[in-house]
């Protein structure tokens, strides 16, 4: 009953909606500003719409029995940890750009193994993160 020109059109869609989502999240690991970390975090939960509402049409037509409402608050959960997950990648990579910046005392430190960072600029980026998060999630 199915056309096959169809069915591989919405099986490419698909993948590509992985492939945005996946994209999207790579771009949050990146230095972003905080609009467009905003419209990163807006397209993610757009991408999370488009899957509830696909769950919310297969539950209508009798094809799983599930709660809706505990499937969004599911993947609002993802996207905060995804978040998170991403922007700590970020941070991560500006200590240790920061730590190497320091001249003498970060190399000192790389001798022990630790990267040496100042404690204003880790408060600083440590605020910045818990902006962003603040500022999409709540």
């Not at 492939?19 to 230095?31: E, I, T, V």
């Not at 940890?81 to 240790?96: K, Q």
């Not at 790389?110 to 818990?130: A, C, P």
């Amino acid at each position: 009953k199915t056309n096959p020109i169809v069915a591989n059109v919405v099986r490419e869609v698909r993948k590509r909606e992985v492939d945005l989502r996946r994209h999207l999240l790579h771009r949050l690991r990146s230095d972003v500003t905080m609009p467009q970390c905003l419209e990163v975090v807006t397209a993610l939960r757009r991408l999370n719409g488009v899957e509830l509402e696909r769950s919310s049409r297969e539950s209508a037509n009798g094809m799983n029995n599930i709660d809706l409402e505990k499937i969004h608050e599911a993947m609002e959960w993802r996207l905060q940890v995804n978040f998170l997950e991403a922007r700590d990648v970020w941070l991560e990579g500006n200590t240790m750009t920061s730590g190497s910046s320091l001249g003498m005392a970060s190399q000192h430190s790389r001798k022990l193994g630790k990267r040496m960072v100042s404690s204003g600029n880790s408060e600083q980026l440590l605020d910045n993160i818990d902006g962003y998060r603040t500022r999409c999630f709540e």
